[in-house]
C-alpha cells in the first residue's frame, strides 16, 4: 500500500535516530492439540513480573466492566504483580454476544508508559459476569524519576535538532505532548514532540515522534509518523452534519473511471447538495481540495473549502475525476463492512464522523499516495500514471483500518509493531474489496494491494505489495533502522500469515478472529509473537475447534512466526550482549575487551524469577566473547554512557537523572574491577564530553559559556585546559601513544575551515594540522571522524551533503604529508556521517545505500567494510545480513559492532573480514 509515511532519511534525520525499545519477546501459545484447559494458560512477560497473558478464566466479576476488571486484577495480586491504582481506563470493547474488553493504560507516578496498556476481557452480565482472560504489556520495576531536569526549551531544541538538514530544521516546529515514561529497564523519562518539518528532497511535510531524555537531554526514541499539524482551524461541519440543517438524499455522480454511480448526499437549506452521506450512524463528508496542497489540510479543514457540491443532485465531471465520488462511496464500503461484519460502529467504534479530501497535490504537482492522518483520510490526485487514489478500494480500506487500528490497539509506527499496524491494514484492505467485489481467495489478484490505482500496465506491476509473497522472519527479516525498522518491509510477513488464515479458514471466521485480535488483545509495543498469541487467543474466545486454532498455529509457524525465530537466523559473527537497549550510544572496544552500554540483571537487585532490574548502565567483556559481562559503573542512580576504552581502563559520562542531581561528571575505573571509579571533572554548569584513554593520558573536551574547549589529564595529574583560538570548536578527539587529534573548524571570512589537528603532549604543541577550505559557492569540503592509528593520522574527506560518499585520509603526525588511503569515488567508499574504527592494521567503516528503484532489502541496508590500514580493496566486514552500524576497532582486524541482523540491536565481533558476501 502507498505508505503513511517515509523513512528517516525523508526528514534528513539519520537512520540511527530510530531507536528500538527493547522488549524480548515473550513465548508462543503451543497450539492447542485437544479440548481447552480449564486450567489458565499463561504467557510469562519478559523484562516485568506481570505476565503478558492470561487465558481460559471462569471468574467472577461484580459491577461495572472497569470496576469489576480492577477488582479482579487487585484480588489475583500474586497472579498479575499489577497495581490498579497506576492503571488508567483508556478504552473499552464490547461485541454482540456479550464479551467486553477493558484497556487500562499504566502510569508511573502518574506519568504515562509509553505503550503500556493491560486488558482484562469479561463476558456474562450481572451475577454472571466473570473474566475469562487478562494481558498486554504492564511494566514493574520501574524506577524512573517523574521530574524533567532538563529545561523545557532545551529539550525543545533537542527535539528539533533531530531534523538534520539546515533548511528543514530552520522552519520546523515542535509539537509538545508532556512526559512519558519509555519502558525500558527502569524506565526514561522523557519530554514526546511530534517534529513537524518539510521533505528536502520532495518538499512535502514530514511528521516524526521523537523522544527527548528529559534527564539526559539526549533524543532516547525517534519515528516517522503522520500525525496532523496542529496549525490551522477544525471544520466541524463533517462532525456534526445534522445541526447544519442538511437532509439525507440520493444523486447520480460519475466515478474516476466515468462510470455513473448512485451515491448518499444530502440537501442543503437552500436546495443545493453536498457529499454527505447520511444513512449511516457515522456521516461521511468528502471535500475536494481543488489542487491544493495536503499541507493545507494539516491542522484540520480549512473554513474556507466547503465540501464537495452541486447545485442539483447530479454531481458534475469533476466530483469523479476528483476522485470524491469513489471516496464516499468506498468509505460506504468500508462503513459497512465494519458494522455489518464485525459490529464496529465507525472508524473510532462510537459513529464519529468520517471525513475524506480527495484531489491534494504537493508541492504543486500530482500526489500518489494515500493516509490517514490521525483525524481523517488524504487521497492524492494521482497524475498521468494513477487514477485517484480514492478509486482502490483496497486503498481506502488499508487506509481507513488505520484509524481502525489508532482507536484500538494503537500500535506504534516501528519495528514488530508498526508492521503488523501495517499488516493487518494490509489484510482488511483487501477482505474488505474481495467481500465487496464477490471475489474468490484463489483469484490472483485478490493479495495484491494497490493493484487497480494504475492507469495502465498488468495489476501484478501495480501493486504496491502482495501478500502471497511467501516471506517468513527466518529467511526475509529486515533488520535495521530503514522505514522505522521495517515498518512496511516487514508487514508481509505478518499479514501473509494472516492471509493464509482467510484462505484456509472460512473468511468470515478468518475475518473475525483478526478483529477480535486487534481490539481485544493487542497492544502498542507487541511484536510478531504477541500478534499469534493474540490470534490464537481471539480464536479460542470465538470458540474455534481445535483442528482449526491448529490452522492458525499452521498459518504462523509457515512464516517463521513462532517462539526464538531470532535466534534461528544465520550469522557469521558472535554475539557479545543481546538487545541492547540505546543503539545509539556506540560501544568502545581495546586490548580484547569491549564497554557499552549493555542490558544485564542488576547484580544489586537480585536475578531470577522473571522480575530482573535492568538499568541504564555501561558493562565490560571480552571481546573473544567468553566469561561473563560484568558491571562497570557504579549503580548511583545515574544515566552512565558513551564509554572509550584503551583496553585496561575505561572512562566515560554520568549523568545526574534527578531534580537534586543534574551534575555531568567524568568518570574512570580500571575494566578488572580491582581499582575505585575515580572522578576525573565536575564543574556547576559545564558539560564533559568526547572523552579518550590511552595509558595515563586521558582526553575530553568541556562545554560551557559558549564555547568548547579541550582538556588534558597527563600521567593521573589534574586536567588542564589547552589553548584553542578564539572561534575555533573541536570534534571527534582520539588519544593514543602520547598523541591526541581532533576535528578543529572555525569560520575564515565567508570560508568555513576544517582542519584535522594533531597534539604531541610530550612537546606540549600541535605538531600536524591539515586544513580543507571551502570556497564561496563551491561545494563544501568537510573533514571529519580523526583516528589515531599506526602511527598516523586518519580522518574522512567528503562534501557537505547527506549521502555524500567520502575519501579516507591518512596523514603523518609531524605533518609532513598526507596520503590518500580509499578515494571517494571508490567502490564502496564509506558514506558521509559514518564513523571511522581504526587498530594498527585495519580502518572499518559504515557504507549507507540510497532506497534502491525496487525498494529496500537487507542487502542495501547499512553495512560495514573493512581495508588495510594502509589502503586497498575494501571487503565486507561481515556477511550478517541486517543493518550494522557504531563500529569499535580492537586488536588487529577485530570489530565489534551493533547488528540489527536478529530483529534487535546485538553486540557482535568478528576476528576478520568476512571478504565477498
Known sequence: MPRRSRTSTALGIGATAVVALALAAPPALAGPAAAPDPVPSLVAGQDTAAPQLVTGLAEPAVGSPADAARAHLAAHADRYHVDPGELTEV???????????????????????????????????????????????????????????????????LALGSVQDPKARAAATAEDHGLVVLPDGAGRLAQRFTVHATDPATGGPQAREVFVDATVGVVALAYDTRAPHPAGGTDQRAAAPAAAGLEPATGTAPDARGNSAKVNIARLPDGSYQLTDLTRPAAITTYDAGGRDEMDFGGGIPADLPPAHSPGPGF??????????????????????????????????????????????????????????????????????????????????????????????????????????????????????????????????????????????????????????????????????????????????????????????????????????????????????????????????????????????????????????????????????????????????????????????????????????????????????????????????RYHSWPATDGTNAVWKAIGTTAQDHSRELLTAPLSGAGPVRSLFLAPGQEPGSAQISGGDIAFTVNGSGRTGIWLSHDGAPAVELPLADGHHPDDLTLKDGYLAWTESWQDGQQHVTAPTVYSIAAGKVTAQYTAHAAPGAAASTASSARLAGGRLLWMDAPNRIGAHAAIRSGALDGSGVNEVLAADAPNAPTIGSNLAASDQAVT??????????????????KLWQLPLGGGTPQRLSCNRGGQDQPAADQGTRVVWLDSTPGRTDLVVRDRAAGTC
Open 316 to 637: 458534475p465531471a469533476s466530483t469523479g475525476t476528483s476522485g470524491a465520488t469513489d471516496a464516499s462511496v468506498n468509505a460506504g464500503i468500508v462503513y459497512d463492512f465494519y458494522h455489518d461484519r464485525l459490529g464496529r460502529n465507525g472508524l473510532d467504534g462510537k459513529g464519529g464522523a468520517i471525513t475524506s479530501v480527495v484531489n491534494v497535490t504537493q508541492d504543486g504537482a500530482p500526489y500518489a499516495n494515500a493516509y490517514w492522518d490521525g483525524k481523517k483520510m488524504i487521497y492524492g490526485s494521482g497524475g498521468p500514471n494513477y487514477y485517484p487514489f480514492s478509486a482502490a478500494l483496497d486503498i481506502a480500506g488499508h487506509e481507513m483500518t488505520h484509524g481502525v487500528i489508532s482507536n484500538t490497539a494503537d500500535l506504534a509506527g516501528m519495528g514488530q509493531a508498526g508492521a503488523m499496524n501495517e499488516a493487518i491494514a494490509d489484510y482488511f484492505g483487501n477482505a474488505i474489496e474481495v467481500t465487496a467485489r464477490g471475489m474468490s481467495m484463489n483469484d490472483p489478484a485478490a493479495a495484491l494491494l494497490g493493484e487497480s490505482k494504475c492507469r495502465t500496465g498488468t495489476p501484478q506491476a501495480c501493486a504496491d505489495r502482495r501478500m502471497d509473497d511467501h516471506r517468513t522472519t527466518v529467511n526475509d527479516y529486515l533488520g535495521g533502522t530503514i522505514d522505522n525498522g521495517g515498518q512496511h518491509l516487514n508487514a508481509t510477513i505478518f499479514s501473509g500469515a494472516l492471509w493464509d488464515i482467510r484462505r484456509t479458514l472460512d473468511p468470515l471466521t478468518a475475518d473475525r478472529v483478526v478483529y477480535r485480535a486487534l481490539t481485544a488483545y493487542l497492544t502498542p509495543l507487541d511484536d510478531f509473537v504477541a500478534g499469534r498469541n493474540a490470534a490464537l487467543a481471539a480464536g479460542r474466545d470465538l470458540g474455534l475447534s481445535p483442528a482449526q486454532l491448529r490452522t492458525v498455529a499452521a498459518a504462523f509457524d509457515g512464516h517463521g512466526i513462532r517462539t526464538g525465530w531470532e535466534s534461528r537466523i544465520g550469522m557469521d559473527s558472535r554475539t557479545l550482549a543481546r538487545s541492547l537497549s540505546y543503539s545509539m550510544a556506540p560501544p568502545a572496544a581495546a586490548g580484547g575487551h569491549w564497554v557499552a552500554m549493555a542490558p544485564a540483571p542488576d547484580p544489586v537487585k537480585g536475578t531470577g524469577g522473571g522480575n530482573d532490574s535492568k538499568t541504564t548502565a555501561l558493562y565490560t567483556g571480552s571481546t573473544t566473547g567468553r566469561g561473563t559481562p560484568v558491571r562497570l559503573s557504579p549503580d548511583d542512580g
Open 845 to 862: 567503516y559504515k557504507v549507507e545505500s540510497t532506497k534502491p528503484a525496487g525498494g529496500w532489502t537487507n542487502a542495501a541496508l547499512p
Open 91 to 157: 478504552g473499552s470493547e464490547s461485541t454482540a454476544d456479550g464479551r467486553r474488553t477493558v484497556r487500562f493504560e499504566q502510569r508511573h507516578d502518574g506519568v504515562p508508559v509509553f505503550g503500556a496498556q493491560y486488558l482484562v476481557h469479561l463476558t456474562g452480565e450481572g451475577a454472571g459476569q466473570r473474566v475469562e482472560s487478562v494481558g498486554g504489556r504492564y511494566f514493574t520495576g520501574l524506577t524512573a524519576p517523574t521530574t524533567a531536569t532538563v529545561p523545557a526549551a532545551a529539550l525543545r531544541d
